[in-house]
């Protein structure tokens, strides 16, 4: 194992977590495991490649129907905490140590604690992310309840496509979520089992019933390393990729001793379409500030499946998160505006029978407590109903929006952070992704303006952006030559994103391995200069 010295400032969290013990039982885990990653992920490429020369869509799988037509089997229950878990705080990166600690004495029932879509996954922000769980986790917080008394600890690992670039075994980067998952597992599996909170994870991006066999494998191996008993680690799965939507039972049904249940994520699944079959003009996903939204039968499909499904099967299904943020006088307007449109949101949600669902803003949390929820009854999802696009065009508003998030995302990464705020909502990789995949969408298939009758085009993309960018340098408080300069940088980034002839199958994925972000973490941490903020890479 090689592994890199520790980022200034966090010498002592880095010897407290890279210890001896640890990093030998890492690298046993990377060593059993690397091989069955690699694997999975050929099969992504293998699939896509299939879909793209064939022609075909995906179905309901032939080998797997008996799974689907067993009415017996059923998931193992879920412990006592994890029972009635209405409402998490999404987006919930730990490196934050405040927002961390003031999400811990919340109401909320559990934290989606995020090394993931709201996490710039930066070495520093990794180690002070898995220092201050551990730090939870051994009751050292002082202003925080003790770990049995706080809202569970949802714990989200990076997703198969990102790597550590910080540590190798044998030769070879280790995958992001083993490293994650490795820590967190050694240093505070065995505290969280015996203080009846844990071990609880989400699993972000599964596209197969196969990957949910090689977690639930990872699982049990780790749990024999560690003597705990089989079905101590329970996982909820992220189902946010149209592949995965076809495969949710047989994903309850590989992780049954393990599974907490199934989430909907609706920007990184709509994302997904564009991903998969983005080049294919019957699936030009119109534009998503107008026409997307948990009402369209593709996203009200793909939830009824996720709920029945979870519900047959006894599992617990639970909804996306709210990101609008609420104005800070409750008396106000704009107050009780933004809490009427979060509950109509949530209703939708409701209504279909979700277990619960999340929100970003802590203010939010008790009055979604208070909604009551309800069950659905039972009903029939065909393939053409989640493949089902729907019907709507693009405005230029929504165009612009998008450039705008995806350029401000990238800025955030620059930054070293994994979400930001923009116009009322807090934005993160899953909103970033849906718009930058909508405008390399929109070039592709030349789609006209509703407003102008425009033609979306590299060159007016490019005009938009330098428009875009008086208002982006207000919102990201753009006071130096370097920050203008980081700005700069990121449009650049965007605007090759969306120019490329093949699309990139994850930003996240680009992103991390871009000298440009990995340099900007370099200079960062070491304190370059003023303007010498690399230009990206051609």
């Not at 799974?67 to 990166?93: E, F, I, K, N």
């Not at 599996?189 to 090689?214: H, I, Q």
């Not at 669902?357 to 407590?369: A, H, N, R, T, W």
């Not at 979306?456 to 130096?480: I, Y």
């Amino acid at each position: 194992m090689e592994l890199e010295p520790s980022p200034p400032g966090l010498e002592a969290e880095y010897r407290t977590i890279f210890t001896a013990g640890s990093l030998v039982f890492l690298q046993e885990l990377v060593s059993a495991f690397d091989e069955e990653v690699d694997k999975i992920l050929r099969l992504r490429i293998s699939r896509k490649t299939h879909l793209d020369l064939s022609g075909d869509l995906p179905g309901f799988c032939e080998v797997t129907a008996p799974v689907r037509s067993d009415p017996t089997w059923r998931v193992r229950p879920v412990p006592q905490r994890l029972q009635r878990r209405h409402v998490d705080v999404g987006d919930l990166a730990p490196c934050d140590t405040q927002r961390f600690i003031q999400a811990l004495s919340s109401p909320a029932q559990g934290l989606q604690v995020d090394f993931d879509d709201g996490n710039c996954p930066t070495y520093h922000n990794q180690i002070k992310g898995i220092y201050n769980v551990y730090r939870a986790v051994h009751n050292q917080f002082p202003n925080a309840p003790k770990i049995s008394q706080a809202p569970v600890l949802m714990l989200r690992p990076r997703a198969w496509n990102m790597v550590e670039h910080n540590m190798m075994v044998k030769g070879k980067e280790v995958p992001g979520p083993l490293c994650d998952f490795g820590f967190l597992m050694f240093h505070c599996g065995k505290l969280l089992f015996d203080s009846e909170s844990g071990p609880f994870f989400y699993l972000s991006k599964v596209e197969s019933y196969m990957e949910a066999r090689l977690w639930n494998n990872i699982f049990l191996w780790t749990e024999q390393k560690l003597g705990l008993p089989v079905g101590s680690i329970k996982a909820t799965v992220l189902i946010e990729n149209v592949l995965s939507a076809f495969e949710m039972e047989e994903i309850l049904y590989e992780l049954k001793d393990h599974s907490a249940g199934l989430n909907c994520g609706i920007w990184d699944y709509s994302a997904s379409f564009v991903n998969k079959f983005g080049h294919r003009g019957a699936f030009l996903l119109p534009d998503r500030s107008k026409y997307v939204n948990m009402e369209k039968l593709f996203l009200r499909s793909y939830m009824d499946l996720l709920v029945q499904t979870c519900h047959r099967r006894g599992a617990l299904a639970t909804g996306g998160m709210a990101a609008l943020l609420l104005p800070q006088d409750r008396d106000s307007a704009p107050y009780r505006a933004a809490l009427a449109n979060v509950t109509r949101l949530k209703l939708l949600e409701i209504k279909a029978g979700v277990d619960g669902f999340m929100v970003y803003d802590l203010g939010l949390i008790e009055p979604m407590q208070k909604e009551l929820l309800s069950s659905q009854d039972d009903l029939t999802v065909t393939p053409d109903d989640l493949l089902c696009m729907p019907v709507g065009g693009v405005t230029l508003y929504g165009l612009k929006y998008n450039i705008a998030v995806g350029i401000l995302f990238i800025d955030a990464w620059l930054k070293g952070k994994g979400h930001f705020f923009y116009r009322g909502q807090v934005e993160d990789s899953a909103t970033a992704e849906i718009s930058r995949s909508q405008v390399w969408q929109w070039i592709r298939h030349q789609t006209q303006l509703e407003d102008d009758s425009r033609v979306v085009t590299r060159g007016l993309v490019t005009e938009l952006t330098q428009e875009v960018m008086g208002e982006l340098k207000v919102v990201t408080r753009c006071h130096t030559v370097r920050e203008e300069q980081r700005l700069l940088t990121a449009a650049a980034m965007f605007l090759e994103v969306v120019q490329k002839r093949d699309f990139p199958e994850f930003l996240t994925t680009y992103l991390n391995l871009d000298h440009t972000f990995l340099s900007s973490q370099a200079k960062r941490h070491e304190g370059g200069a003023a303007g010498d903020m690399p230009r990206p890479k051609l």
